[in-house]
Every structure is written in C-alpha cells, then in structure tokens.
C-alpha cells in the first residue's frame, strides 16, 4: 500500500488527484464486495483449495499489472541505506503536525472500531438481530463507502483534511447504535453513515499527503502513517474482550465511541489540521495558488 499510494500522484494529472483517489478507494471497495461472494461459488463449485489458487493467481495478475505500469515522471534516488530511508521518512512524519495528530487519532479510532465493531460487534448481533441481519448491516456499511467515494469525487472544499476529518465522527454512532439500539433499522442507518463519512476522510486524507509530501519522500512518509495506524487494530481486538467482561458490552461499546469522538476532537483542535488549504483547480484546470492560512 505504501508503494502503490505513492505512484498514484506520478500517473494523473495534478488536478485530478482528488477524482483519481476516489475512484481508487470505489474500485478498491467495489472488489472488496464482488471478492467474497466470488469467492463463496469458487470454493461451494470446486473445493477451498482452487479457491486458493484462484486467490494466488489474482495476486499474480495484479503484479503483472504493476510491471507494466509506466510512470511519467520517474523519481530516482541515490541507492541510501535502509537506516538512512527510515530516518529521512521520520523527519518527514514528524516535521508535519497535521500529519502526526492524525496518524495519531486515527490510532485510537482504528483499536476501538477493531474491538467495538468487529469483535463485539458480531456478538450483540447474535444475541439480538441475528447473523442474517448482520450481513445487511455489514454490506450497507460498504454500499456507504461507495456511495462516499462518489461523493468525494464531487466535493471542492479548500479545507478538505478539515472536512474529512470532521466525518470521521460519524464512525461513532454504529457503536452508539450496537450499545444503546441494536435494532436493524437504526443500525442499517448507523454504519451507512459511518462508511459515508470514511471515504470522505480517506480521500480528504489521500489527496493532502500527495499534495503536501515531496513526491521522492512520500512512500517512507505512507509507510509511517500506515504503521501508525495499523498498529491499533490488533491492539483494540485483544483490549475487546477483558473490556466487555470487566464493564459489559453495552458500556464497553459506549466509551469506544466516546472514546472515538474524543480522537477526532483531538485532530480537530490542531490548528493545522483546521486550517490546512487544499489547491483548488481554476475553470482553466490549473492548481489555483494555495490561499494563506
């Protein structure tokens, strides 16, 4: 992911970066629902083992893709050290405080939607609306984050890392929802707001650090962001269970998400990540100049 987000600027023009990463993250959720229930008739018409292969050979059909990709603009480096990368990626991360306030957020999002949604998640839904219901309620969810990336495409905004940020609360309310209402309708609600406002987040968030991150550096500068927030979800996953037995589900669900919007409020309350302007194109298609803080 670090790789390939950081070729994405090098093939589309400037001004169509925003359209280009929301129709990456469509495509990219598009293959997320069209993948399992493929992958059920494979495995249901001719065994889990060729589903494997299947699986293998997608891989391998997707590397050859990237090996003909062709980039325009080349950036080429002088052969340095791992060492040498990892702390030239670091300066990079840290020299930038609406970057590490949000890796840093989005830490504590991803461990308590890990534990709260996806661990506790299916087991308010086994005692109340039933396995059934919780895979309506999982595909509204993604038919959220499609309709979101659509939506993205669409949305000029010169503070846009605000503007994703912001949606990043409605991640709250399916855990409000699971603890206070498990009911199907509210729930089917809840997480279509919920996958709504991520892409906008993520194409926000995707946009900024191609536009703000000097192109040779920004594959370590992904590499750190996708540690940082990566690293939380197993933690929130482990963290989930001990949490529901010591205090129960429905609270231990209610301060994840108080503990969620407490997260986005914190990224919030940086004054770059308020302020932070997003280059708007002209009616020419050029970068209008990027307006003062």
């Known amino acids: 992911m670090p790789a390939s987000s950081a070729i994405l600027p090098q093939t589309v023009p400037v001004d169509e970066r925003?359209?280009?990463?929301?129709?990456?993250?469509?495509?990219?959720?598009?293959?997320a629902v069209i993948g399992a229930p493929a992958a059920g008739i494979v495995v249901a018409t001719v065994g889990p083992g060729w589903g494997i292969m299947v699986d293998a050979a997608a891989f391998v059909l997707a590397g050859i893709c990237f090996a003909f990709l062709r980039v325009p603009q080349q950036i080429v480096e002088e052969r340095r050290r791992i060492l040498a990368d990892l702390f030239t990626g670091w300066s990079e991360f840290r020299s930038r405080t609406w970057l590490w306030v949000v890796v840093a957020g989005a830490c504590i999002l991803n461990a308590s939607w890990s534990g709260g949604f996806n661990v506790l998640g299916p087991t308010v839904a086994d005692a109340t609306i039933g396995r059934r219901a919780w895979g309506f309620v999982l595909a509204?969810?993604?038919?959220?984050?499609?309709?979101?990336?659509?939506?993205?495409?669409?949305?000029?905004?010169?503070?846009?890392?605000?503007?994703?940020?912001?949606?990043?609360?409605?991640?709250?309310?399916?855990?409000?929802?699971?603890?206070?209402?498990?009911?199907?309708?509210?729930?089917?609600?809840?997480?279509?707001?919920?996958g709504l406002g991520l892409e906008q987040f993520g194409v926000a968030w995707e946009t900024t650090?191609?536009?703000?991150?000097?192109?040779?550096?920004?594959?370590?500068?992904?590499?750190?962001?996708?540690?940082?927030?990566?690293?939380?979800?197993?933690v929130g996953q482990i963290v989930a269970g001990p949490v529901a037995d010591a205090a129960g589900v429905?609270?231990?669900?209610?301060?994840?998400?108080?503990?969620?919007?407490?997260?986005?409020?914190?990224?919030?309350?940086?004054?770059?990540?308020?302020?932070?302007?997003?280059?708007?194109p002209d009616r020419d298609g050029r970068l209008m100049e990027q307006l003062p803080a």
Do not use: W
């Open 209 to 234: 650090m191609q536009e703000q991150i000097p192109p040779e550096k920004l594959a370590r500068v992904y590499s750190y962001d996708m540690v940082g927030s990566f690293i939380a979800i197993p």
């Open 18 to 31: 925003q359209q280009a990463n929301a129709l990456n993250r469509l495509f990219f959720n598009a293959a």
């Open 250 to 280: 429905e609270l231990a669900l209610i301060g994840a998400a108080a503990l969620m919007a407490l997260a986005v409020l914190a990224m919030l309350s940086s004054r770059d990540v308020r302020h932070l302007r997003h280059r708007l």
């Open 140 to 194: 509204a969810q993604t038919i959220g984050m499609i309709l979101g990336a659509l939506v993205a495409m669409r949305i000029r905004l010169h503070r846009m890392l605000f503007f994703g940020t912001a949606c990043l609360t409605l991640l709250a309310l399916p855990m409000v929802a699971l603890g206070v209402a498990p009911q199907v309708g509210v729930l089917l609600v809840a997480v279509f707001a919920a």
